[in-house]
Every structure is written in C-alpha cells, then in structure tokens.
C-alpha cells in the first residue's frame, strides 16, 4: 500500500467519523424537540415559556 492509497484511507476515516457525528447531534436535537413537545403536552403552554426565555439568553450571550 502506497502513501497516496493510506492518505486516501485516512481521509474515508475521518470523513466517516464526523458523518457519524453530525448524524448523532441531529439524533439528540431531535429527541430534545420530541421531550420539549411531550412536556408542552403534559404541562401546557406554560412549560414552553420558560425554556424559550432561556433559549433567548443563550442566544444574547
């Protein structure tokens, strides 16, 4: 095996590594979302007042 075919493997690797990544956090921000609408379901409005303030803060930071 040449340099070019383990520079080329490397690559693959990674690229496979950070697909398998980004298909994790879009798993988890998924799940978040179906958690935050099951508790807007048991609890009412009132329980997405809260979280969105704090969404809010975190984003003016």
Same mark, same amino acid.
């Given at each position: 095996?040449?340099?070019?075919?383990?520079?080329?493997?490397?690559?693959?690797?990674?690229?496979?590594?950070?697909? !398998?990544?980004?298909?994790?956090?879009?798993?988890?921000?998924?799940?978040?979302?179906?958690? %935050? !609408?099951?508790?807007?379901? %048991?609890?009412?409005?009132?329980?997405? !007042?809260?979280?969105? %303030? !704090?969404?809010?803060?975190?984003?003016?930071?």
């Amino acid at each position: 095996m040449g340099m070019k075919d383990q520079f080329q493997d490397k690559a693959k690797d990674l690229a496979d590594k950070a697909k !398998e990544r980004m298909d994790q956090g879009k798993d988890q921000a998924r799940d978040r979302g179906q958690q %935050r !609408e099951e508790d807007v379901q %048991r609890h009412g409005q009132g329980a997405r !007042e809260p979280m969105d %303030r !704090e969404m809010d803060q975190d984003y003016d930071a």
